[in-house]
């Protein structure tokens, strides 16, 4: 359906993989206005399909790939797309953020969104080309790594005259093809890694999906946006943690403010600091292993690294990667943290839950509830076990099922580091309460990123008191709909660090700082007025670049507060969805690791006070004491469903 708004192509198609048809799916500029994009428009097709009664593995579920207006516009950082389905890992929705040049040639073909849905007879790939879909049989890269077939299909591809024909790719590994729970869908080198998207393109018998085309993206004032793009970008040069931090480190640059803080994931999460920290730090791989610096496509940030691997250059481990097969897992051995990351990357794996999942069975190994032969600090034979996760042979195809299920079976429930049976990320939060609240209200599960990511408060930016209760409610869930609504918009989450004006990061021991620190636990009441009433704010604000650019493209009128509106229904949209799926107040739980046992046994303070938390949070929400959204909350943010209200 043709779109009066920039930013947009005006085309989704769903494609039934069991008869092989594609049809026009229509959405709306009335839907546009509401969702946006990205995950949100996701959810909101999902959504429309699910009841509640559905399987991950069934031709009733959907895997929904978005884009969003910003997706190619010429913004900073804004090429990612989304990808969202029923997971098979929770049973929940879940939605996964990719940094890979899909979405971008993806509106190149013309299109805003591809529904998928079915299962393909036998393997297959399928090619789109400025709106036209082409069905092909897979056999010959059923198998093959996520790089192997990527090339393979280049070659497919390979025009008459011999050029490549430019497009982007999704593609799955053989732990997709698998049904390995959290398989990943991988696009170049970057990965959609969480929720098992990769396992459900495996059930549906589908290798990989390429689209191109000579589509342009429709910009509504394109000499504002430029002008406005030059000012953004030089911005986030100038930011010293978009401009200085993560350019010169990467994500591995937070390793050792972790450490600080007490919050880098350690054996488990038992404890939050690592003596062997230093060998596994951003600071370690920038001087003895990265070879050059890369970003996505229109990213000034360029966060990613390049290291070698068996004599390849390949991409480097993220954070999350880092500290969970180091110290997570008790390993100081940074070049075997590279070739794993590379072997997961191949084989197609979350490498968060892989990771945790490992973690978990050393422990439960250790504490004698399971005999699997894995032990803390011996990673010896790690690259085998991956290889045996993948293709679900012996202790692998026990591992594949992730740390909820296999709890359940061996036992260790309070040490299994899920959310909803997603697993946390790399911090630890008995010293970050905020980001314990947002790991246990995330919709997708145990993720630091639909959590709110208010860690950045609680040492990794600023230095409000970690553990604290005051304000880090309302906190949350404002960081938290910021973030949904800059994922809706197809730009990178990285972006939002500028949202902190740059002299409290530069100057973190200034007067100012010092007393911007103090006064945020006390600013709840102001929050909270704020998430209540956000159009008040009528209004651009100088360090955040998203709302004028956002305007620029779409010829939206877009306000701080009606983007944080927006960022608020796409929340409550998949809260709403989850709860046809059992998702209540007793789903938002933390391993009792993080809320009963003590951090430092000399500090009362270090856990989590999740109970307090969730009851301040869920009023903030306009949610009831179940943690479901009220009726006059969801008729607020304009969610109507067919089916009839259930709080």
Do not use: H
């Given at each position: 359906m043709a779109s009066k708004y920039g930013g947009y192509m005006g085309k989704v198609l769903k494609i039934n993989l069991t008869t092989q048809t594609v049809e026009d799916y229509p959405f709306s500029d009335r839907e546009r206005e509401l969702f946006i994009g990205g995950k949100m428009m996701a959810a909101k097709i999902l959504g429309d399909h699910l009841t509640g009664q559905e399987k991950p593995f069934s031709e009733k579920n959907l895997l929904v790939i978005t884009t969003g207006p910003m997706t190619g516009a010429g913004a900073p950082s804004a090429s990612r797309f989304n990808i969202s389905t029923l997971s098979p890992q929770t049973g929940y929705i879940t939605s996964s953020n990719c940094g890979g040049n899909f979405g971008y040639f993806l509106k190149k073909a013309g299109l805003d969104a591809l529904i998928l849905q079915g299962r393909c007879e036998t393997p297959t790939w399928i090619d789109i080309q400025n709106e036209k879909v082409i069905f092909h049989q897979?056999?010959?890269?059923?198998?093959?790594?996520?790089?192997?077939?990527?090339?393979?299909?280049?070659?497919?591809?390979?025009?008459?005259?011999?050029?490549?024909?430019?497009?982007?790719?999704?593609?799955?590994?053989?732990?997709?093809?698998?049904?390995?729970?959290?398989?990943?869908?991988?696009?170049?080198?970057?990965?959609?890694?969480?929720?098992?998207?990769?396992?459900?393109?495996?059930?549906?018998?589908?290798?990989?999906?390429?689209?191109?085309?000579?589509?342009?993206?429709?910009?509504?004032?394109?000499?504002?946006m430029l002008a406005h793009s030059k000012k953004w970008f030089a911005y986030l040069r100038k930011h010293p943690l978009t401009g200085e931090q993560l350019p010169k480190f990467g994500t591995a640059g937070l390793v050792s403010a972790m450490q600080m803080r007490q919050i880098l994931a350690t054996k488990n999460y038992t404890y939050g600091k690592y003596d062997d920290f230093e060998k596994i730090s951003g600071e370690e791989l920038a001087a003895k292993y990265n070879i050059v610096n890369k970003g996505c496509l229109s990213c000034p940030i360029r966060c990613s690294r390049t290291v070698e691997v068996n004599g390849k250059v390949v991409k480097g481990p993220e954070l999350e990667t880092l500290v969970l097969l180091g110290s997570g897992i008790v390993n100081n051995d940074l070049p075997s943290i590279l070739q794993w990351n590379y072997e997961l990357d191949e084989l197609g794996m979350d490498t968060i839950t892989c990771a945790n999942t490992i973690s978990y069975a050393m422990e439960a190994n250790e504490k004698g509830l399971w005999n699997n032969g894995l032990h803390f600090s011996k990673t010896e034979d790690l690259s085998k076990i991956f290889e045996d996760i993948a293709y679900r042979r012996g202790l692998g195809d026990e591992l594949a099922q992730g740390s909820k299920r296999l709890s359940e079976k061996y036992g260790g429930q309070d040490f299994a580091m899920h959310v909803k049976g997603m697993e946390l990320a790399a911090y630890e939060p008995r010293k970050s309460v905020g980001l314990g609240l947002g790991y246990a209200t995330s919709n997708r599960g145990g993720c630091h990123l639909n959590g709110g990511y208010l860690v950045i408060l609680e040492g990794l930016g600023l230095a409000v008191n970690p553990t604290t209760y005051h304000a880090k409610a309302d906190l949350t869930m404002m960081f938290q709909d910021l973030?949904?609504?800059?994922?809706?918009?197809?730009?990178?989450?990285?972006?939002?660090?500028?949202?902190?004006?740059a002299p409290l990061m530069k100057h973190p021991n200034a007067w100012y700082t010092r007393l911007v620190n103090k006064i945020i636990p006390y600013c709840g009441a102001s929050v909270r007025l704020i998430n209540k009433y956000p159009e008040l704010l009528k209004l651009h604000l100088p360090v955040f670049h998203h709302t004028k650019g956002f305007e620029y493209v779409t010829g939206m009128d877009m306000p701080f507060g009606k983007y944080l509106r927006c960022g608020e229904r796409g929340y409550n949209l998949e809260r709403e969805i989850n709860r046809r799926f059992g998702v209540n107040a007793n789903k938002d739980a933390l391993p009792k690791r993080l809320t009963a046992a003590l951090q430092d046994p000399n500090d009362p303070s270090s856990k989590v006070p999740l109970k307090k938390l969730k009851k301040v949070y869920y009023h903030a929400r306009g949610w009831n004491s179940k943690g479901l959204p009220k009726k006059s909350t969801l008729k607020k943010l304009q969610l109507e469903f067919d089916q009839p209200y259930r709080g």
């Open positions: 897979a056999d010959d890269i059923w198998g093959m790594s996520t790089s192997a077939v990527q090339t393979a299909l280049d070659e497919k591809m390979r025009q008459k005259n011999g050029r490549l024909r430019k497009n982007g790719k999704i593609c799955i590994g053989p732990a997709g093809e698998n049904l390995v729970l959290y398989a990943s869908i991988v696009s170049n080198d970057r990965v959609s890694g969480r929720g098992g998207t990769g396992a459900l393109m495996g059930w549906m018998r589908l290798k990989a999906v390429c689209a191109g085309g000579n589509k342009d993206v429709p910009v509504r004032d394109p000499e504002q973030m949904e609504m800059i994922s809706a918009t197809g730009q990178c989450l990285f972006t939002s660090y500028a949202f902190f004006p």
